[in-house]
C-alpha cells in the first residue's frame, strides 16, 4: 500500500512539475515573440539624413522607413521633416518608425477635397498629401469644426489643383456661438513643429513666433524648443493665437 501512495505521489509532483515547466515556457516564449516589457522612446530624427536616422534607429533598437516627401524651401535636401511615431513616444523594440523627408526639388500633389471635413480629418487628409496644416480662420456656421473653403497663398484652391508639396493651406472653418471653447496645451520644451501639431489638435493658431538671436539658420529653427508661452492651460475661443519663444539653450527651460 506505502509503495502505491508513493507511486502515486512521484506522479502527482512530476505531473505539477510539467505543468509549472510548461507554463515558464509559455510565458518566456510569449515575451519573447511580444517584447514584453521592452519598450524604447522613440528618438527625434528632423533635420537628420536618413543615412544618419538609420544609424541612430539602430542604436536605439528601432528602424526607420521613408514613406513620403514633402518640399520646404528654407529646409536642407533630404533630411527628415516629420516622423511618425514622434519623438519620445514610447514603443516596442524593433518598430518602424515612418519618415517623411525633405525633397531636394519641389513637387507638385493633388489638392484633395477638404470642404465638408472636420478639422482634424483634413489635418490628416494634408499630412497624408504632404501638404501641411495653415491658419484657421473660423466663421459663424451651424457645423463647428466643420471645413468650409481651402486656400493656398490667399487664393481658394480647388479640388484637383497642382499645389507644390509641404505648401500651407489656410481653411475657414465654421463655429457655433456655443461651442466656441478650447484649452491653451502645453508646449514647453517641445520643438517647433510639434507644437503647430499640438496648436492645431486644439484648433488653435500659431502667432508671434521669436527665436532667441544665436538661432540663424532654419535647421537651428526647427531643432529649437518653447521655453515660453502665452496662457498655458487658459481657456480660449476656438482659432486663436498663441505666441511661441523658441531657444536652443536648454537652461532657459522651466524647471518642473
Known sequence: MALKNNWILKNLAGAVLFVAALAIVATVALNIITRHGKTVQTPDFTNLTVPQAEIVAQNCHVSVKVVDSVFVRRLAGGVVYRQLPKAGSTVKKGRSIFLTINSVVPRKVVMPNLVGYSVTEARSELQNRG???????????????????????????????????????????????????????????????????????RYLNVGHVRFDSDIRSYADSMNAVVYKQDAEGTVKPLGSAVNLYLTLDKSKLPAE
Open 131 to 201: 501638404l501641411q496644416m495653415g491658419r484657421l480662420n473660423y466663421v459663424r456656421d451651424i457645423a463647428t469644426n466643420t471645413v468650409l473653403e481651402q486656400y493656398v497663398d490667399g487664393a481658394v484652391r480647388k479640388p484637383g489643383d497642382l499645389v507644390v508639396s509641404g505648401s500651407s493651406v489656410d481653411l475657414k472653418v465654421g463655429v457655433a456661438g456655443e461651442d466656441n471653447q478650447t484649452r491653451i496645451p502645453r508646449l514647453i520644451g517641445m520643438k517647433y513643429i510639434p507644437s503647430v501639431d499640438a496648436l492645431h489638435g
